[in-house]
């Protein structure tokens, strides 16, 4: 049974910190498939919690995923009930955080629980929603200050790579 929690855990864990740090924040930076999908104003439940046909919705669902499969991989052998439990549970989350579109409120012993636990409120994840340099992590709320610092970071490297590139561009029609 601690073997379930702990392997469920360990890959939500994982999971998250992969997602966050490998997907989702330089997404922010370099991309634009998440920012279009994920924090277009006024989309209803089923669009946020890709429950929807819509080609890019599902991807950047998959691409968002795949950090977590692959944690699952790895984990196999060491207790499929945490592998399978972790998954679930996952995907329940991403449907539980997205209910603030449905006009939820999350229950204020909930809230206090989720805190003790550091695990990402709805409220907390829309407020990543509305300003996209707040509310990182999507299961964890401690993802949130070290993915703020690396978004910092790639911005500065988006900055210098364009600068370097348009520099060089001026030599070269010198
Ligand atoms: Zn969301
Ligand atoms: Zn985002």
């Known amino acids: 049974m601690l073997e379930t929690v702990v392997i469920a855990w360990l890959l939500l864990f994982l999971g ?3 997602s966050t740090f490998v997907y989702h924040v330089p997404e922010h ?3 634009s498939l998440h920012l279009t999908t994920h924090h277009s104003c006024k989309k209803n439940f089923r669009h946020y ?34 592998v399978i439990s972790g998954l679930v549970l996952g995907q329940i989350h991403v449907w539980w955080r ?11 012993p909930i809230i206090v629980v989720c805190q003790l636990l550091r695990i990402t409120t709805p409220e907390q994840h829309w407020l ?6 707040l ?3 999507d299961i964890f709320t ?8 690396w978004m910092r970071w790639l911005r500065m490297l988006k900055f ?4 370097l590139m348009s520099n060089k561009a001026h030599i070269n029609n010198l």
Do not use: E
């Open 16 to 18: 998250d910190f992969l």
């Open 29 to 31: 930076i370099f991309g």
């Open 49 to 82: 919690a890709i429950l929807t046909l819509n080609f890019p919705v599902l991807l950047d669902g998959i691409l968002g995923a795949l950090p977590y499969l692959l944690v699952a991989v790895l984990l196999w052998n060491l207790s499929h009930w945490g």
């Open 98 to 108: 997205h209910t603030t579109s449905l006009g939820w409120n999350t229950p204020h």
């Open 128 to 133: 990543h929603h509305r300003k996209t340099n």
């Open 135 to 137: 509310g990182f992590g």
């Open 142 to 149: 401690f993802f949130d200050k070290p993915a703020r610092i």
């Open 160 to 163: 210098y790579g364009r600068s």
